[in-house]
């Protein structure tokens, strides 16, 4: 007999706390009338448990936040990604626990569950694509299953797609099959099929407000640990680059923190309008490209939420860099670029704005005066990291992707050297410097040392970044 871990509901809808009860065996789970229940409420934990692991550690490696505190990965900023980190151990051990749980789900539990629902399969199999596809966006490449050989990103995407094809055939609410859909073309995006990207986009850019996403639970322990980074401690732990200030928090608590955790986007309509666009750059359409990125303004991001909030409490009190503006100053996005205003807020005058799910620099008068294709690509690399920004993407649109651990290794034989080597472009500047900025001593005014999305349209022939090139 096995020893099973069970997840008790205690909200509606909601992740939950964990119990390991030595005493509840597997044949005893399967045959509770609500297992399949239970389990699916123990994936959907089990997925915020991952995401908090992707978006800490990626967005940390990328462009978007340096570590301003202590409490996070020392070298990842730099950056510095070595196999041997329990870091980039403990993001995989999390995707390998939301793989294995999907699958035992699929395997076991559903099958023996006469009661369990159309939608749990189908959950149950969103669960394990979206598992597959943390893998191949994120690392070198990983096993697709315990103790199994590592497959490379393009090996774990198209996996992916089948698992999203159940999942879409199992469902029957209309809002999370057009989610799916977008994630099947967001994987062929990755997979350079410009083809099916656009077909999957296509299908879903008229449900202007779809958004799918991942629930915390911060009373039974899972809080939204990018929350806590960005607002909820008091020292300021992960602090934005000054040109993305203006985005910074995504997520925020008001009253009790633990009660107040906000939902992290896993999918939303965004992304079909920016993958439309990039898709007609590559065919050389600027027309089509920059008609869909006003409609993407115009269409969904006019109508995203926006709070107010009191954020005088911010300080930008880290630690490891002093000089973070905290009152309003021109950013200028690199050397000989002109300054801009209204990238750093000054917290303590008013309330700031919030954009909860989506938001952008990037307004009309910008896509116009876009004068040929490398233009357009470079306002849609900059809105897919405003878009995004704390939700674990830039790092995979930089081209960075994780080893597979030491530990992993050592514990499978299937894993051969070449998965233990990370990815880091040598476009990508080492030494803190996709981080680094310098603060004029009159002005205040912030100079960037790197426009990364610069960077990456120079770059865009590389097989690194920009898969539609």
Known sequence: MKTVYIYITVLFLTLTACVDNPNVTEEDFLENNNSATSWIVGIKRQLALTMNEIVINSEMVSDNYFNNYTLYN??????????????GNSMQVEIGALREMAEYALETVLPSDPDATAQQWSYAYFAKAYAL????????GLPMNSNGEAYSPSELLD????????????????????????????VYRSLGDRANAKSFAQTVISNTSLLFTVEFDGTNGVPNEIQNATFTASENRFAPLPRLDFLDPKFFDI?????????????????AYLILAEAYTAENNLEMATATL???????????????????????????RQDYPTTAVDVRFESGQEFRSGYVLDRQADLIPVYTVSGTSVSHLAIDAAENIDDVLYLIYLMRQEIFISEGRRSNDLG??????????????NISDEFTVPVIPSFIPLELGLDDFTVDETTGNVTMLYDMNRVLVVNKTSTHVLPFN
């Open 294 to 320: 006003h409609d993407l303004i115009d269409n969904v991001l006019s109508a995203r939420p926006v709070m107010y909030l009191d954020d005088s409490e911010e300080l930008r009190n880290g630690t490891n």
């Open 133 to 140: 596809i943390l893998s191949g966006e994120n690392f070198t």
């Open 159 to 186: 996996a992916s797609l089948s698992y999203l094809d159940l999942a879409i055939e199992n469902e029957s609410d209309a809002e999370t099959i057009s989610a799916y859909q977008l994630l099947k073309s967001r």
């Open 400 to 413: 960075i992707k994780f080893p597979v651990s030491q530990t992993e290794q050592l514990n499978n034989p």
């Open 255 to 271: 009253g009790t923190a633990a009660e107040d955790q906000k939902p992290m986007s896993l999918a939303k309509v965004e992304e």
């Open 74 to 87: 020392k070298v990842y900023d730099i950056p510095q990604i070595d196999y041997t980190d329990i870091d």
